[in-house]
């Protein structure tokens, strides 16, 4: 795996292979490229000031300790318990995860547990969070040739889009044979930027029928794309599978946000995409359909660790039959 330094100044990446994403700069008018459809890329020189992520890295990991284990470990003792007696537990996340949700309307103030200090600290990293996703998403309408604002624009609905942060903690787990630490799924959403533990590894991605790690890089930001820009990108980027092992060491810290389409948007493929592809005339290229963002995450609560395309395909027909 060739790790690439960052480059140009305001928008470096992390290759995870030589033929893969390149992320130029705006400023500099750089081309950029991240036509890679299977690999999330790291961002290093994202912006966002390092000073913040060791804060909100170490109030995560001290609101963990303080707050979580216990409930965790009661948990852990009977998974163990159960696995070790036979029982299927294949079926189980060994994480202990809590949800912030930012926009349309922010729930911080109402999370038990949270210290004033800790919440203004993860509001500031959300708008960070925010700012960077949005910026990837108009990088994105560049490098596929669509109108600035376009991808915004297709995930705003009636109230904006919808923005949260989910608190991970993968403690360790001494029967890493048992159980995983998150079951293989693609995500369902946007765009998904993830500050993930510096030393703990765990995450995985599937490439050509392989897994293959995203190593922790320090303050790296890694960047996933969800089944919603797969659809409205037409199939020029795809979602990923991947998942989370377990280690009998390390307790690993995520800290993903997901910036998705409002509940009630319309997704639907890009018409310059569907054309673009209609040109080249992609042999056996997908057709995807047209719905609306809360009906596909109602499908994907029930089949999130399963392949996209039947719920692509559940999708058509629900279409159909309306
Ligand atoms: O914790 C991670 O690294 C990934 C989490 C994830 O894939 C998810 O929550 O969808
Ligand atoms: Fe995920």
Not at 12 to 37: A, E, H, L
Not at 44 to 57: A, P, Q, Y
Not at 87 to 114: C, G, M, Q, Y
Not at 279 to 298: H, I, L
Request: hydrophobic content about 40%; overall charge negative.
């Amino acid at each position: 795996m060739t790790i690439h330094s960052a480059d140009p100044p305001d928008w470096g990446v992390v290759q995870q292979s030589s033929s893969c994403c390149k992320v130029g700069s705006r400023s500099t008018n750089q081309i950029f490229r991240w036509d890679c459809i299977w690999c999330m890329v790291q961002l290093l020189n994202h912006g966002i000031s390092h000073e913040l992520m060791d804060e909100v890295e170490r109030l995560t990991k001290a609101h963990y300790s303080s707050c979580r284990e216990p409930r965790f470990q009661e948990f852990a003792a009977r998974t163990l318990e159960a696995g070790e007696k036979g029982a299927d537990v294949k079926d189980v996340d060994w994480e202990s995860t809590f949800f912030v949700r930012h926009l349309p309307a922010s729930n911080i103030a109402d999370l038990p547990d949270l210290d004033d200090h800790y919440r203004q600290v993860m509001k500031q990293f959300a708008s960070e969070i925010q700012k960077l996703s949005e910026k990837l998403l108009d990088l994105l309408c560049e490098n596929l040739g669509l109108e600035k604002g376009y991808l915004k624009q297709a995930f705003a609905g009636s109230n904006g889009p919808t923005f949260g942060t989910k608190v991970s903690a993968y403690p360790p787990c001494p029967r890493p044979d048992l159980v995983d630490g998150l079951r293989a799924h693609t995500d369902a959403g946007g765009i998904i930027l993830l500050f993930q533990d510096d030393q703990v590894s765990g995450l995985q991605l599937l490439k050509d029928g392989e897994w293959v790690e995203v190593p922790p890089v320090r303050h790296a930001i890694v960047v996933n794309i969800g089944d919603q820009l797969e659809v409205i990108t037409n199939g020029r980027y795809k979602s990923v599978m991947h998942r989370v092992l377990t280690r009998p060491d390390g307790n690993r810290m995520s800290i993903a946000s997901f910036y998705n389409p409002g509940a009630d948007a319309v997704i639907f493929p890009a018409p310059a995409l569907v054309a673009a592809g209609a040109e080249e005339e992609r042999a056996g290229a997908a057709t995807y359909p047209r719905f609306v963002f809360e009906d596909y995450m109602n499908l994907y609560v029930r089949h999130k660790f399963e392949a996209k395309e039947p719920r692509f395909e559940a999708m058509k027909s629900a279409i159909a039959t309306a």
